[in-house]
C-alpha cells in the first residue's frame, strides 16, 4: 500500500513493493500523489512496471558526460569523438531530462545545425547521439525511445570529387614550405599523402619504426578498418621521409590534429585554393595510383579501402581518358 504524507508545502507518494526498489515523487496536490501512485501499483501488480526515475534524474547534458569519460577514450578517435560532443552540450537540447527528450526537440536541434554546417556533419552528429541514446538505453538501464530514429535526417550530400591538379599542388607546397613560424611537417605530411593515399589518422599516427626505407615500406600496425596494412612507398616518398628529422616521441609526423588542420588551412588560404580539405588528397593519391596500377585488388591493398563500392568513391577518372583508352 502507498503512504501519502504531506512534506515541504507538497504531497509526498511513496510506493514500496517486493522485488521492486521504492518509489518516491512528490505533488502539488494530494489527489496527483494518490493518483500516481495507484498507476504505479497497478503497473507492478500486471509485471509491467519500469522505473522511470534515473531517465527522469538524468539531463542528457549528464549522459554525455558519463559518455565521454566511460565510452569514448575506449575508441580509437576518441580525441575528435569528444570534441564533438561536447560541442553538441552548448546546444540547449541537452539541459532537458532523458524522459523528456523527445523528437521535436532533437529535430530542432538539427535544424539548428543545418544552419551552420553541411548536411554531412549533421548526419554524422546525429549518429553520434543515436549512439549515446542507445548505449545509454543497453548498458545504463534508461528506459526511454530513442527519439533520434524518429526523425527525418538530411539527404545524403553527394561524396567530394575535389582533385589536385599539377599547378595547384605545386602552389599548395610553396605555401607550406617552412618559412619563419611555418610548420616545418606540414609539407612533407601533404608530399607523402600525395604519394601514399594514406588517411590523415594513419599519417599522424605512423611511427619511424614501422618505416623501412630500404624496403619501401610502411607498417600501418592498426587502421580505420580494424586491420594493419603495409603501405609501399613510391621513390618520390622515400625522398621526402629520407630528409625529415627525426622527431624525440619516434612519430614521423609529430603534430597534433588541431595543429595540422589550421596549419594546411592557412596553407590552403595562402595558396589561395579555398574550399580545398586534407581528405582531399586522398581522393588525388588514389586517382593517381590508379593510373599506375589499374588492377582493383591490388589497387585497394594500396588504400586500405575495404570494398570496391567505396574505393569507387576515390576513383575519379575523366570521361576524355575512359575514352583514350577504347581507342
Known sequence: MASIRKRSGGWQARVS??????????????????????TLESEMDRGCFVSRTETERLTLADVIDRYMREVSPTKRGASEEIIRLKAMKRHR???????T?????IAEYRDDRLRTCGAGTVIRDLAMLSSVINHSRREWGLHINNPVAMIRR????????RILSGGEEDRLLCALTPTGRRNP???????????????????????????????????????????????????????????????????VFPVNIAAMEAAFLRGVRRAGLHGLHFHDLRH????????????????????????????????????????????
Open 93 to 99: 537540447m541537452t539541459l532537458l531530462s532523458m524522459a
Open 284 to 327: 588525388t593519391a588514389t586517382t593517381r595510383i590508379a593510373k599506375k596500377i589499374p588492377n582493383v585488388i591490388e589497387l585497394s591493398a594500396i588504400t586500405g579501402h575495404a570494398n570496391l563500392a567505396m574505393l569507387k568513391r576515390y576513383y575519379h577518372i575523366t570521361a576524355e581518358e575512359l575514352a583514350s583508352k577504347l581507342g
Open 154 to 161: 538530411p539527404p545524403a550530400p553527394q561524396g567530394r570529387n
Open 101 to 105: 527528450l523527445t523528437p521535436n526537440s
Open 17 to 38: 513493493r517486493k522485488g521492486f526498489a521504492p518509489e518516491v515523487r512528490t505533488f502539488h496536490n494530494k489527489a496527483d500523489a494518490e493518483r500516481w501512485a495507484r
Open 185 to 251: 611537417f606540414i609539407k612533407p605530411l601533404v608530399q607523402v599523402a600525395l604519394e601514399t593515399a594514406m588517411r590523415r589518422s594513419e599519417l599522424l599516427n605512423l611511427t619511424w619504426k614501422y618505416v623501412n626505407l630500404d624496403r619501401r615500406v610502411a607498417y600501418l600496425p592498426i587502421t580505420k578498418s580494424g586491420t594493419h596494412r603495409t603501405v609501399p612507398l613510391s621513390s618520390r616518398a622515400i625522398e621526402v621521409l629520407a630528409a625529415m628529422p627525426r622527431s624525440i616521441d619516434g612519430r
